[in-house]
């Protein structure tokens, strides 16, 4: 290789004084000196727990027989001249006798007895053949709320709605009358009313028909297969629903209004 091209080399170009930025300097917290003197204080080599609270017992406290009975006080010397109790009553000591009392306890107990209020015996039930005894009252067997004075009573409430309806109907109703008077109509009374329905269910036929149309649809095959069959059941429907409407609307409402003619 000729020792020429080392010198002609590109990398010969770049400047030898070449230098890189200065970095900025890294952030260092004032307190870091402070922190570290306080872990040294507080943790040693070696030891992380910290100090220990209990002292290792030394070998020369072992346990030695009878260590752990209880001691006994000091033996004290009787002493005769100390107090004593007072002593026990001779058989020949007698109580003091004498008084006696003016009231006679049978007469009163018998007066506190007559005069007194009968102790009512708890309700209780049986539910078995051995005999235990339960509260009554707590049961829920015993009718308590059937005797209240409030109990069957409609409420106050409900007695106030009613006569609020109450009160609307008949402005409603006196609305109504004043209309239809305005507007020449007259309204059916209960026999007028039976009448035109007896006229419009025998005269016009309207359940005869429906019968004629119910019977026509009962004898209808089970299975349809053809188009038909089907439009003729389809008719028969609505024959028939047609005929309830107007049957269930006449007998529906109550009253009915009916045009005066002039």
Request: hydrophobic fraction near 30%; charged fraction near 35%; glycine fraction near 4%.
């Amino acid at each position: 290789m000729d020792p020429t091209c080392s010198a002609e080399s590109i990398y010969n170009l770049i400047p030898s004084d070449l230098k890189e930025p200065p970095q900025p300097p890294r952030y260092t917290s004032v307190f870091k000196a402070a922190v570290k003197n306080d872990m040294k204080k507080s943790k040693t080599s070696m030891k992380t727990m910290g100090p220990a609270k209990v002292e290792v017992p030394s070998p020369k406290d072992f346990l030695k027989k009878r260590s752990k009975e209880k001691v006994l006080p000091p033996k004290k010397k009787f002493d005769w001249n100390e107090p004593r109790k007072p002593p026990v009553p001779l058989r020949t000591d007698h109580p003091v006798m004498g008084i006696q009392s003016g009231k006679n306890f049978i007469n009163t107990n018998a007066a506190d007895v007559i005069m007194g209020v009968a102790k009512k015996p708890k309700p209780v039930y049986v539910d078995n053949r051995t005999g235990d005894k339960h509260d009554l009252e707590t049961s829920g067997l015993l009718p308590k709320y059937i005797h209240k004075k409030d109990y069957g009573v409609t409420p106050e409430y409900i007695c106030k709605r009613s006569e609020e309806l109450k009160k609307a109907q008949e402005e409603y109703d006196h609305y109504i009358q004043e209309n239809l008077k305005k507007a020449a109509m007259k309204m059916l009374s209960d026999e007028e009313r039976d009448a035109v329905l007896q006229f419009l269910h025998h005269l016009q036929g309207l359940k005869k028909n429906w019968e004629e149309v119910h019977k026509e649809f009962q004898a209808l095959p089970v299975f349809i297969d053809s188009l038909p069959k089907k439009v003729r059941k389809q008719k028969l429907e609505g024959e028939m629903k047609q005929l309830e409407h107007d049957i269930g609307i006449i007998e529906k409402h109550k009253i009915i209004y009916i045009a005066n003619k002039k």
